[in-house]
């Protein structure tokens, strides 16, 4: 079965870091663009940013920029977004998700990681 | 400000038809026909429905349909069934980003 499997849930207080990891199954990482969505509580869907197959390339939402880092590891083939300076308002399910044997739009999506920001 | 504006909410009858539209606030969104539709129940992660603008995931109902005019694009469900109730997504994309709208809730009387 095709599917992106994610890092269970977080908590963190502001100021701090979190990373969120995506694995794939059924199919080859590696060789997906890799996107990251993500949902505040009761709010609508926010595109974070992108990493492309060879991990040299990124691109993030104008208001993600300067905090958000989308990496690769070939050894645990999974990708990994960090997210700094976190602050109640970073409160959100992320997703990672990609467009698998797609033209458009993104057919494969992770269950979702729970990260909450509080003091 | 949203680049991919949509209606809160539309709601129907079973059997009914629904069109929810989306339109982009900049004119190099929905330039090219990189138009998807997501619909999500709570507690899920978003399912994909259409993709560049009318075409059909495989096992996707036949009863979801996309078209593009402009700058607005359409998502129509026809034949309304209570398990179509949930929120819907539009999303597009540029060289550089990808976008969603603001999302609709569909509601089934």
């Known amino acids: 079965q095709v599917q992106l499997v994610q890092s269970g849930a977080e908590v963190r207080k502001p100021g701090a870091s979190v990373k969120v990891s995506c694995k794939a199954s059924?199919?080859?990482?590696?060789?997906?663009?890799i996107h990251w969505v993500r949902q505040a509580p009761g709010q609508g869907l926010e595109w974070m940013g992108v990493v492309n197959p060879n991990g040299g390339s990124t691109g993030f939402a104008q208001k993600s920029q300067g905090r958000v880092t989308v990496t690769r590891d070939t050894s645990t083939s999974a990708v990994y977004m960090e997210l700094t300076s976190l602050t109640s308002e970073d409160t959100a399910l992320y997703y990672c998700?990609?467009?698998?044997?797609?033209?458009?739009?993104?057919?494969?999506w992770g269950q979702g990681t729970m990260v909450t920001v509080s003091s | 400000q949203s680049a991919l504006t949509q209606p809160a909410s539309v709601s129907g009858s079973p059997g009914q038809s629904i069109t929810i539209s989306c339109t982009a606030t900049?004119?190099?969104?929905?330039?090219?026909?990189?138009v998807s539709w997501y619909q999500q129940h709570p507690g899920k992660a978003p399912k994909l429905m259409i993709y560049?603008?009318?075409n059909r995931p495989s096992g996707v109902s036949n009863r979801f349909s996309g078209s593009k005019s402009g700058n607005t694009a359409s998502l129509t469900i026809s034949g309304l069934q209570a398990e179509d109730e949930a929120d819907y997504y539009c999303?597009?994309?540029?060289?550089?980003?990808?976008?969603f709208g603001t999302g609709t809730k569909v509601t089934v009387l």
């Open positions: 059924g199919f080859t990482l590696s060789n997906e663009y």
């Open positions: 999303s597009s994309h540029t060289a550089s980003s990808t976008f």
């Open positions: 900049r004119s190099d969104i929905l330039y090219y026909n990189y």
């Open positions: 560049a603008v009318s």
């Open positions: 998700a990609t467009s698998f044997l797609s033209q458009d739009g993104f057919n494969i």
